[in-house]
């Protein structure tokens, strides 16, 4: 059931952040004012358990998130995978969400083009509407979904970006931003050869990673 249109929608932004970079930060300033949204909140995943472990430590990933955003208001960063024990799944991460902000609050979850294609792989991934939104980020290049997940998404398809703040949950809607092609793996091995990175990550995150040693050969 369709509630009255709210001025607060919180978005939620999940991935490792190995490290984080502008790429993150730009689309998260086009979903912010697009959507628009009162509030992104960058959550770091501890385990994530479709793709190998990350190489900095959860801790480690956070105080770069924490860094990255300190300058930028509406960017929020969530700790609540790195609090709780075993894989990270974003299934349980938004039940949590919900029970934190009430039922009411429309709640977006934000995944990548790559992410919308394999959403099939996800634990309970048909679940994901029951407490949120899901954003899905497009660009020219996106990679074709497979007929599953095309079916699942079709009947739920929001009308327009207002539809997403007039109920709390279960639509989903495509979002054109701004294509940056950074990538975490190539700022490693850009790091581990030695290689400039300047204007791919923010200078806080930089310098977090210069004095740690992080991704050094």
């Known amino acids: 059931m369709a509630h009255p249109a709210s001025n607060i929608m919180i978005g939620i932004l999940g991935g490792t952040f190995d490290p984080i970079h502008v790429g993150h930060l730009r689309t998260g300033l086009d979903l912010l004012e697009t959507l628009p949204l009162s509030e992104l909140r960058f959550l770091p ?5 479709h793709r190998d472990a990350p190489t900095a430590s959860a801790e480690q990933r956070l105080a770069m ?4 955003i300190a300058d930028h208001p509406g960017f929020v960063s969530d700790d609540r995978e790195l609090r709780r024990a075993g894989p990270s799944y974003m299934v349980d991460t938004l039940a949590s969400l919900r029970a934190e902000i009430g039922p009411d609050t429309p709640l977006c979850l934000i995944v990548g083009a790559d992410a919308y294609a394999g959403l099939a ?7 994901l509407l029951d407490d949120a939104h899901l954003v899905v980020m497009t660009r020219p290049d996106s990679p074709p979904a497979p007929a599953e997940v095309r079916a699942w998404t079709t009947p739920q398809r929001a009308v327009n970006v207002a539809d997403l703040h007039t ?7 495509f979002q054109a931003v ?3 092609t950074i990538s975490a793996s190539d700022l490693r091995a850009r790091i581990a050869a030695g290689r400039v ?3 791919l990550l923010p200078d806080s995150v ?8 992080l991704y050094q050969r």
Do not use: F
């Open 206 to 213: 930089a310098d977090y990673i210069a004095a740690n040693h």
């Open 178 to 180: 701004t294509a940056l």
């Open 65 to 68: 998130v924490e860094l990255a």
């Open 167 to 173: 109920r709390p949950n279960g639509r989903v809607w």
């Open 45 to 49: 995943s501890a385990q994530p358990p």
């Open 121 to 127: 792989g996800w634990s309970r991934w048909q679940s």
């Open 197 to 199: 990175t300047r204007h």
